[in-house]
């Protein structure tokens, strides 16, 4: 199995594949059709059929590996062409739901809600929770995050010496539910070095070296009890919902885990003058549109209080209120009938 493609991903694949093969075009299965009936009308047909059952990401997940699966046919010699390069397919612009969701999450993560998450947490948890609003890291990318060693870089880790994160690694699924391996980050923007504070690497390594031999065992920064990688949905349930709840946040209210980063990119971008790049490199995406999201929530109060001197500046109407006396300013009643 290939490391950076996964048994999730395998498991996903095989997931929508047997989907695909349900559905019926013309009276027949796909999985029925010869390679040579798969034309660019029954293609689109499929994809309309697709699109009745299902919501448009999961369709778009299963018709890729319907174009994958004959891409391959192709380079082993059973097509000669791929049809679905050819097909007209509709895609619903995503833009807007995409912005609005940024908006909603990004809300559920003020100061405010941060601060009281932190200080419901308990003691033993306090530096997860600190690290990853500080740090931008995903749950998987924590949870794997070890202490740095010089004579491994490939395994990356937190560096004490340096204050910089070297994020290399991530928790990824196996193919059972509940099953993890530990193998390359999401994609490749996923490899990035992150600073942290002097002040928060100390605290960290106070931490690491309290811990006992035995829960350092196979070096992971925030181990189990027995010393092994810890379970992700222990990280969402166990400590963030449990200070949710003893901050008496409603469910409405509280964040999920990965809704701590977008605290991380607001944050950066409010402090660091909209250094767009930058932010997108830190949080390691992969597309510069998906950190261009945040400037419907990232504000620049001095430079927001210019630019309005500035149209005030340009357009200098007279903001005087009409006067008592003013006849525009009387409304005349109707004489009752």
Not at 108 to 113: G, L, N, P, Y
Not at 198 to 210: G, I, N, R, V
Not at 299 to 316: S, Y
């Amino acid at each position: 199995m290939d490391k950076k493609y996964g048994w999730a991903s395998y498991s996903n694949d095989e997931s929508h594949t047997a989907q695909i093969n349900k559905v019926v075009v013309g009276n027949q299965r796909l999985k029925d059709m010869r390679l040579s009936k798969l034309t660019k009308s029954r293609l689109e047909a499929a994809w309309a059929e697709l699109r009745k059952k299902v919501a448009f990401r999961t369709c778009d997940d299963r018709y890729q590996r319907l174009k994958g699966a004959l891409k391959l046919a192709v380079k082993r010699g059973y097509l000669k062409s791929n049809p679905s390069e050819l097909c007209e397919i509709s895609r619903p612009d995503l833009t807007e739901e995409r912005i609005l969701k940024t908006i909603e999450k990004v809300a559920k993560v003020s100061w405010d809600t941060l601060d009281l998450i932190v200080k419901h947490t308990a003691p033993k948890d306090r530096l997860k929770v600190i690290l990853t609003v500080r740090a931008g890291l995903r749950a998987q990318e924590l949870i794997a995050l070890k202490i740095y060693k010089k004579t491994q870089p490939l395994e990356g880790g937190i560096d004490f010496e340096t204050n910089i994160i070297h994020v290399r690694k991530a928790l990824k699924q196996g193919r059972t539910r509940g099953e993890y391996y530990i193998g390359s980050p999401k994609s490749t923007s996923g490899i990035r070095n992150v600073p942290i504070d002097p002040d928060l690497s100390e605290a960290l390594k106070t931490y690491w070296d309290d811990l006992p031999k035995k829960m350092k065992a196979e070096g992971f920064l925030f181990p189990s009890e027995h010393g092994t990688h810890l379970d992700p949905t222990n990280l969402r349930e166990r400590v963030l919902y449990r200070a949710c709840d003893a901050a008496v946040l409603t469910k409405a209210e509280r964040p999920t885990w990965h809704d701590l980063r977008h605290a991380f990119a607001t944050t950066y971008l409010n402090k660091r003058g909209d250094n767009w790049r930058r932010a997108m490199e830190l949080m390691g995406h992969g597309d510069i549109r998906t950190t261009l999201l945040y400037t419907h929530v990232v504000h620049d109060p001095a430079r927001d209080a210019e630019d309005a001197d500035a149209l005030k500046e340009g357009m200098p109407f007279d903001l005087g209120t009409p006067s008592k006396d003013d006849p525009s300013n009387v409304v005349p009643f109707k004489k009752a009938s």
